[in-house]
Structures are given as structure tokens and as C-alpha cells.
């Protein structure tokens, strides 16, 4: 069983910042990717950035310059810091894990508010 613990949300004013932290852990050997999603109120869950294995990361155009994605913890986590939040940024925070065996694990998100 894999689990996946989100943390960093909350509540902070256009042009903020926010760390968000995503900590895997169970039974597994190698991750495939990770990745974060969002969703925006009315809106389906979409993607906002991954990074592989390889350390290979991409970005959703509306965050591309001011979010960044990185591995950490032994590569069994992953953070996304965001700059200069907008109050378009505003949603539920998914943390997303792929194995090399096609698994998918999802964490139970964290909210993420931009509002003065």
C-alpha cells in the first residue's frame, strides 16, 4: 500500500508565495513520476507540473515562470514551490505518484486560497 501526505496550503495574498510538500511512503521500489494537479471551483482536476525519474520536469502554461517542481527526500517526495500566486491559482492541491508498473496513487489534497 502506498500513501501520499500533502502539506504547505493555505491562505496568502496575490503575488505570494506557498511550498507545497508531497511525502510518499509504503512498499515500493522506484518512482516512475510525480506530479501535482489542481482544481479550480467549476472546474475539472487538472494537470499543473510533473517531474520523472530522471529528473525531467514540465509545466502547465498558466504556472510556466512561476512555479517550480522538485524531487526531494530520497526521491520518495516531491514540493512545488509558487511564486507570485494569483488569485486564478485558487484550488484544491492533488499530489499524483506513478509506478514503473502503471500504479497511480493520489494524495487527499490540501487548499491552496489567493485572495487580499
Known amino acids: 500500500q502506498v500513501h501520499l501526505t500533502e502539506s504547505g496550503g493555505g491562505l496568502v495574498q496575490p503575488g505570494g508565495s506557498l511550498n507545497l510538500d508531497c511525502a510518499a511512503s509504503g512498499r515500493f521500489l522506484r518512482i516512475l513520476a510525480m506530479g501535482w494537479y489542481r482544481q479550480i471551483p467549476g472546474k475539472q482536476r487538472e494537470w499543473v507540473a510533473h517531474i520523472t525519474n530522471d529528473g525531467s520536469r514540465d509545466y502547465a502554461d498558466p504556472v510556466k515562470g512561476r512555479f517550480t517542481i522538485s524531487g526531494n527526500k530520497g526521491e520518495r517526495g516531491v514540493s512545488l514551490q509558487m511564486n507570485n500566486l494569483k488569485p486564478e491559482d485558487t484550488g484544491v492541491y492533488y499530489c499524483?505518484?506513478?509506478?514503473?508498473?502503471?500504479?497511480?496513487?493520489w494524495g487527499q489534497g490540501t487548499q491552496v486560497t489567493v485572495s487580499s
Open positions: 499524483r505518484l506513478r509506478l514503473p508498473g502503471g500504479e497511480d496513487y
